[in-house]
């Protein structure tokens, strides 16, 4: 099983940046991918960016050429950078990883508000 813990979400303004980090735990050796859904209010979750152990990596069209994503040296944190952000980023983002199941954490908020 593995737990995973997001950080990075806030409010921030359209036109900004934000950083989302997600840190795993427990047996990540099974872990061959991780990435960021999110879901805003009255919509369904959706992927926005998934890494795997081979460096592969698939974005959401909606935010290619915006958000980056990426993984630490030590493959157990994957951190999501966000710029030019706008108001239709706005969503609880939640951070997974891929083993025989799908794990998933807690979710962070994003808000992106004048």
């Known amino acids: 099983q593995v737990q995973l813990v997001e950080s990075g979400g806030g409010l921030v303004q359209p036109g900004g940046s934000l950083r989302l980090s997600c840190a795993a735990s427990?047996?990540?050796?099974?872990?061959?991918?991780m990435g960021w859904h999110r879901q805003a209010p009255g919509k369904q979750r959706e992927l926005v960016a998934v890494?795997?152990?081979?460096?592969?990596?698939n974005y959401a069209d909606s935010v290619k050429g915006r958000f980056t994503i990426t993984r630490d040296g030590a493959q157990n944190t994957v951190n999501l950078q966000m710029n030019n952000l706008k108001s239709d980023d706005t969503a609880v983002y939640y951070c997974?990883?891929?083993?025989?199941?799908?794990?998933w954490g807690q979710g962070t908020q994003v808000t992106v508000s004048s």
């Open positions: 890494l795997d152990n081979g460096g592969s990596s």
């Open positions: 427990g047996s990540m050796y099974f872990i061959y991918a």
């Open positions: 997974f990883a891929r083993t025989a199941v799908v794990n």
